[in-house]
């Protein structure tokens, strides 16, 4: 297992996390997603830790509440270290029917992160991180409210999840010019069969430092091998009963059939070489990894021992590239001017 630096910050994660969406099944599309018991639950978390997986992602909605509530439960089940693990939380989704109950505003993540640390039985939150964009909220009170939390102790560093490359860097602007605590990860959606996050994401995290955690590094099962064109469904399968992220099928056939070749080659499975691309990626600090079962999680872990030759890239990379868009076709044919 490696770790890598958590963006611009001193704190090393490992290069996968465990996710717990799938904690809970608690409430209507949470059980489509999953509902893994406390004790199932203890297992997941005991057979990541042991594999030197340091880094833990939740969030307050995730099955309404319950997924922090079981993740809390299994550390201390498990005895495991204040200081063995890094647990991330996120904060955004409708928590109650309160008009002020969503969103990102102060009132919204004052009153949250306080119902986070009591389910999750912790005295603070590794990283915080807010879970959409709220288009109602100035994204100074949002930060001016992290900061708030970072300052106070409850929370160490600040996070976002689905954002846009121009509203990240707003924020940015705004911690620099007023001295706030400063999002230090993305967290976002990135796999082979959906690598949209390279037109201006990608570049915008490694020109500002900012670390990227890969949320359904599978797309949602899509590239766990279940699949091809002859079976687009399985009845154990999330996409089953939850057909999320959105996907362009035949390109992701495409890439599940390269994939296949590949797997062959290193004598693993489909899912591994899916996990494995992502790990290769320059831009990657943590790929999140979730599952029902710990056969599941423990096929996902091997992933990390396996090293893609330049020539397995390549292939890989060349069945899954973006179609060309404007600017970024104009800027591969104006870049070589101080070149030859």
Known sequence: M???????????????????????????????????SQKDADDLVKTAVDAGINFIDTANIYSEGLSEQITGQALKNLGIARDEVAIATKVFGRMGSNVNSTGASRYH?????????????????????????????????????LDTLVKQGHVRYIGVSNWAAWQIVKGL?????????????????????????????????????VGLMVWSPLAGGLLSGKYDRNNETDG?????????PPVNRDRAYDCIDAMRVVAKAHECSVAQIALAWLLHQQAVTSVIVGAKRTE???DNIKATGIKLTGADLEALNAVSALPAEYPGWMFERQGGYRQG
């Open 109 to 145: 993540i004052m009153d949250q992160v306080k119902g986070s640390l009591k389910r999750l039985q912790l005295d603070h939150i590794d990283l915080y991180q807010i879970h959409g964009f709220d288009n109602e909220t100035p994204i100074e009170e949002t930060i001016e409210a």
């Open 173 to 209: 602007g705004i911690s620099e010019r007023k001295n706030l605590a400063r999002f230090a990860s993305l967290q976002a959606y990135y796999t082979l069969a959906g690598r949209d996050l390279e037109r201006e994401i990608v570049p915008m995290l490694k020109s500002e430092n």
């Open 236 to 244: 154990d399968g999330r996409r089953a009963s939850f057909d999320f």
């Open 2 to 36: 490696k770790y890598n630096k958590l963006g611009q910050t001193g704190l090393f994660v490992s290069e996968l996390c465990l996710g717990t969406m799938t904690f809970g099944g608690q409430g209507g599309m949470w059980q489509k997603i999953g509902s893994v």
């Open 296 to 298: 599941q999680l423990e």
